[in-house]
């Protein structure tokens, strides 16, 4: 039973939504988490596993993009691991040192994991999902009036 519930847990499409909510939540800021947790309703105890905390991680580029991996240095993240009465555990590490915004981001997860509420606190995160997709735009948008086409340029011989 535990085994089928893990691998449902654990498909390739879940992962993926639950990696897309969480870009969501990264995307957000402390006040778009709490509204869309207020919108939620009363929510269920939470108990924090991991009091929230800040440490240091190792970030890592690529010489060319796909070349031998090289650190670059060291990023600030805040991270926090919370459990939610009925069960789910969530978690959420973000770049810097905003703990508060780590921790209703791992409440997020673990409310968005209990299949009863996982359509609300996607309805919930909606707002920031159409904000970041408007951000998107506009700078692809800016992006796209700097673009020069060079086969179209004239040499410049006569």
Known sequence: ???????????????????????????????????????LGPLPAVVDLRLPDVGLVMVQGRAGGDGAPFNVGEATVARAAVQVADGPTGFAWHLGRDVAKARLAAIIDALWQ?????????????P???????????RAAQTAATRVDFFTMVRGED
Do not use: F, P, T, Y
Request: charged share 30%; hydrophobic share 55%.
């Open 114 to 126: 209990d299949e009863a509420r996982r359509a609300g606190v996607e309805a919930a995160l909606a």
């Open 1 to 39: 039973m535990i085994e089928a519930e893990n691998d449902k847990r654990n498909s390739g499409d879940n992962v993926a939504a639950r990696q897309r909510m969480m870009a969501l939540c990264a995307g957000a800021s402390v006040a778009d988490l709490d509204a869309a947790l207020v919108a």
């Open 128 to 138: 920031v999902d159409e904000r970041l997709a408007a951000d998107a735009a506009a």
